[in-house]
């Protein structure tokens, strides 16, 4: 079964030339960050959008982190336990290695103005920076084209963000929006196609066919999707759970529904 056709419900939404509600990114101007362990930091060093101010190592660093390090002009400061639990923190998972960085800043062309086909992901104020860093995991692993959040009431894209991403944060575009319901009606006039996921749904993620340009929405476990956000949406999808569990973690939702995307070809 392919998607649910609304052109009535779309066409009241879109309008030609709508404003651009680009932001730039909220922790741009925030002081750099240190990320930590071998994921994130070998991606770092490798995103040559990352401006990396330090590698550190715990003890004596590792061949692939020394020549990575290398690679970007800087050589790895080893660095005794506690100097460096004092910068990456006592209770990070760090496997030995960090990176003092600066923010990630927002991609300077529209990634999405050139675009034909691909799975867009939404966050509708998802605040819990594992979860975000989870959901870019999915989003890598499964291709998707970016990720999109709000300015505000947005996880920040902070070094826990980063370790839970595992890499990802580095290789999926991430943009933020100041207003997601007018950023979906821009979409639907560039031939995007929505599907917001809602535990309430009728119909289920299963007998979904995506389309050719597909965006996904997801929002915060507590409230899901925002009745305005809900609205911009062409059809709402459940992903079906048994009782007596809820719902799903959004990171899970998100992964579930991007490798059906990924599996089931566009309609």
């Known amino acids: 079964m392919g998607p649910v056709r609304m052109p009535a419900a779309r066409s009241s939404h879109s309008k030609a030339g709508a404003k651009h509600d680009r932001a730039a990114r909220p922790d741009t101007a925030a002081a750099p960050l240190v990320l930590y362990g071998r994921h994130a930091v070998l991606a770092a060093l490798a995103n040559p959008a990352r401006q ?3 590698a550190i190592s715990l003890d004596a660093p590792a061949p692939a982190f020394t020549a990575a390090a290398a690679a970007r002009g800087l050589t790895v400061e080893p660095l005794e336990r506690g100097a460096f639990a004092a910068l990456v923190g006592a209770e990070a998972a ?3 290695m960090g990176a003092v960085v600066e923010p990630l800043p927002e991609p300077a062309a529209d990634p999405l103005t050139a675009v034909d ?3 867009l992901l939404v966050l509708d104020q998802v605040s819990d ?3 975000v860093g989870a959901v870019l995991r999915s989003a890598a692993a499964f291709g998707a084209t970016a990720l999109v959040m709000q300015t505000r009431h947005a996880a920040p894209l902070n070094a826990a963000c980063a370790k839970a991403a595992s890499g990802a944060l580095e290789r999926v575009p991430v943009l933020h929006e100041v207003n997601l319901a007018r950023f979906l009606t821009r979409l639907a006039g560039r031939g995007w196609w929505t599907a917001g996921l809602d535990a309430g749904a009728a119909r289920t993620l299963a007998d979904f066919t995506p389309a050719a340009k597909q965006v996904l929405v997801l929002g915060a476990e507590d409230r899901g999707l925002r009745p305005l956000v809900r609205q911009r949406c062409d059809v709402t999808l459940r992903i079906p ?4 569990v809820e719902s ?5 939702s998100a992964g579930i529904a991007l490798h059906h995307c990924a599996t089931r070809p566009a309609g």
């Open 94 to 96: 760090h496997q030995g």
């Open 52 to 54: 990396v101010r330090r």
């Open 241 to 244: 759970i048994r009782p007596p």
């Open 248 to 252: 799903l973690n959004v990171a899970v």
């Open 129 to 131: 920076t594992r979860n």
């Open 117 to 119: 086909c691909g799975v």
